[in-house]
């Protein structure tokens, strides 16, 4: 098991929620920052929304007012909250974590929005 575990992908209809979590494992101590990417294939991997230390947060234009992320550090998980889901937002979503300088990548998770 890797140092990020994500769960919650799957299958949803176009309007519909689904919840990301990414568990990471060992101290909270040292982590920057928290994130969410997406990646499509033949495309690049693209930032979808970060969580600093400290709980600024940013949001990629395409997901703003849509998408939510959060974190709880005694839990040391990130979460993405996924309203309004349309067929474009369907990639492979891998969790991120900057902590002491090194950059950590979960193992990512599916998510397909098709009626």
């Known amino acids: 098991q890797g140092v990020l575990v994500e769960s919650g992908g799957g299958l949803v209809q176009p309007g519909g929620s689904l919840r990301l979590s990414c568990a990471a494992s060992?101290?909270?101590?040292?982590?920057?920052?928290m994130g969410w990417y997406r990646q499509t294939p033949g495309k690049q991997r693209e930032l979808v929304a970060n969580?600093?230390?400290?709980?600024?947060?940013t949001y990629a234009d395409s997901v703003k007012g849509r998408f939510t992320i959060s974190r709880d550090n005694a839990k040391n998980t990130v979460y993405l909250q996924m309203n309004s889901l349309q067929p474009a937002d369907t990639a492979v979503y891998y969790c991120?974590?900057?902590?002491?300088?090194?950059?950590?990548w979960g193992q990512g998770t599916q998510v397909t929005v098709a009626s």
């Open positions: 991120t974590m900057l902590r002491r300088g090194n950059t950590y």
């Open positions: 969580i600093i230390t400290g709980g600024t947060t």
């Open positions: 060992g101290s909270i101590f040292g982590v920057k920052s």
